[in-house]
């Protein structure tokens, strides 16, 4: 029989288990921190280190002499004043942005298209062409550059093959022996395409998904509206992607800044007018007879921290959006 007197006299919330409430309560909430410490371990460890080393080389002269194993001398922010002195880097900024641009924006457009024709073909259909587009996206970078660079050879080139081929008037002159890697402008062309042909199955994959979370029910009201393909795309489509493209836009203007594999592999070193930030960066640190692995360091540091300003931009549009709730 249970002592009344004593329940009675017992505080209110306190059982014989009590006292081992509050350590189950923090080994709770640290039970996902645990769980997640060995990827940020990882984390650090790949992706951190490395940048804190370059944080620390941007403001040293690293050459052949500190690779030997001589101490490196800290030299402040010379490296930096030394670069933003450089006509080569302004001009080496102005193609990467230029460049990003462009196939941001193409890559966005056709991959857009080929996701809503993706969402209107039948599912077997849908599957193969997605399949097929995907072939695309699985291509390695430097495999994609080797293609395109034979493509546009002014050697047996196909694309030249193909203009030489077409009436003069249309083309304009003789094609056979065109150098399309000579010039940036035509370097930068043959750049873009390779980079929207490899990029946009992802975007047409990642539009096709976003498609399928929208409920049918609101394109067959703008049907019974009266509204037409492009009025839906804008009114529904768009507003209800919004989230998608903005996690689209951000991933692709960061992977477009980055390139380097395809333009070393179509331009190389020899080619500097026709140098964006990577490989700017890559010349300056091993490019030379004297490398200066500081000189890289800072140039690569200020590509991070533009494409940092970027991510803190579309964190902070979402956040305005609620989409971060």
């Given at each position: 029989?249970?002592?009344?007197?004593?329940?009675?006299?017992?505080?209110?919330?306190?059982?014989?288990?009590?006292?081992?409430?509050?350590?189950?309560?923090?080994?709770?909430?640290?039970?996902?921190?645990?769980?997640?410490?060995?990827?940020?371990?990882?984390?650090?460890?790949?992706?951190?280190?490395?940048?804190?080393?370059?944080?620390?080389?941007?403001?040293?002269?690293?050459?052949?002499?500190?690779?030997?194993?001589?101490?490196?001398?800290?030299?402040?922010?010379?490296?930096?004043?030394?670069?933003?002195?450089?006509?080569?880097?302004?001009?080496?900024?102005?193609?990467?942005?230029?460049?990003?641009?462009?196939?941001?924006?193409?890559?966005?457009?056709?991959?857009?298209?080929?996701?809503?024709?993706?969402?209107?073909?039948?599912?077997?259909?849908?599957?193969?062409?997605?399949?097929?587009?995907?072939?695309a996206w699985a291509t390695p970078p430097i495999t994609a550059a080797i293609?395109?660079?034979?493509?546009?050879?002014?050697?047996?080139?196909?694309?030249?093959?193909?203009?030489?081929?077409?009436?003069?008037?249309?083309?304009?002159?003789?094609?056979?022996?065109?150098?399309?890697?000579?010039?940036?402008?035509?370097?930068?062309?043959?750049?873009?395409?390779?980079?929207?042909?490899?990029?946009?199955?992802?975007?047409?994959?990642?539009?096709?998904?976003?498609?399928?979370?929208?409920?049918?029910?609101?394109?067959?009201?703008?049907?019974?509206?009266?509204?037409?393909?492009?009025?839906?795309?804008?009114?529904?489509?768009v507003p209800l992607l919004r989230p998608i493209f903005m996690v689209l836009?951000?991933?692709?203007?960061?992977?477009?800044?980055?390139?380097?594999?395809?333009?070393?592999?179509?331009?190389?070193?020899?080619?500097?007018?026709?140098?964006?930030?990577?490989?700017?960066?890559?010349?300056?640190?091993?490019?030379?007879?004297?490398?200066?692995?500081?000189?890289?360091?800072?140039?690569?540091?200020?590509?991070?921290?533009?494409?940092?300003?970027?991510?803190?931009?579309?964190?902070?549009?979402?956040?305005?959006?609620?989409?971060?709730?």
């Open positions: 029989m249970v002592d009344t007197a004593t329940a009675v006299r017992r505080p209110p919330g306190r059982t014989s288990s009590g006292p081992a409430r509050p350590h189950r309560r923090r080994r709770r909430r640290l039970g996902p921190y645990l769980l997640i410490l060995p990827t940020l371990v990882v984390i650090g460890l790949l992706l951190f280190w490395p940048m804190i080393q370059i944080g620390v080389m941007s403001r040293q002269k690293v050459g052949n002499r500190q690779l030997a194993g001589e101490p490196a001398e800290s030299v402040g922010t010379e490296n930096f004043r030394q670069i933003f002195g450089d006509p080569l880097f302004w001009q080496s900024l102005r193609h990467t942005v230029y460049f990003a641009a462009v196939a941001v924006t193409l890559t966005l457009f056709v991959g857009t298209l080929v996701g809503l024709l993706l969402n209107r073909l039948g599912r077997r259909m849908s599957t193969f062409v997605a399949g097929g587009v995907m072939i293609i395109f660079t034979w493509l546009f050879g002014s050697t047996g080139g196909v694309v030249n093959w193909f203009l030489d081929s077409l009436p003069d008037w249309l083309v304009g002159g003789n094609w056979t022996d065109f150098n399309w890697f000579h010039r940036p402008l035509t370097t930068y062309t043959v750049l873009t395409i390779c980079v929207v042909w490899q990029s946009f199955p992802f975007i047409a994959v990642s539009v096709l998904a976003g498609l399928k979370s929208v409920p049918g029910e609101l394109y067959e009201a703008a049907r019974v509206d009266g509204a037409g393909a492009w009025r839906t795309f804008w009114a529904i489509t836009i951000v991933l692709s203007i960061i992977w477009d800044f980055k390139v380097f594999t395809q333009l070393f592999v179509m331009s190389g070193l020899a080619n500097r007018d026709a140098f964006n930030l990577s490989l700017y960066a890559y010349s300056e640190a091993f490019g030379r007879l004297n490398p200066s692995l500081g000189l890289g360091s800072a140039v690569a540091a200020v590509l991070t921290l533009v494409l940092l300003f970027v991510t803190a931009a579309y964190v902070r549009v979402m956040v305005r959006q609620g989409e971060t709730r």
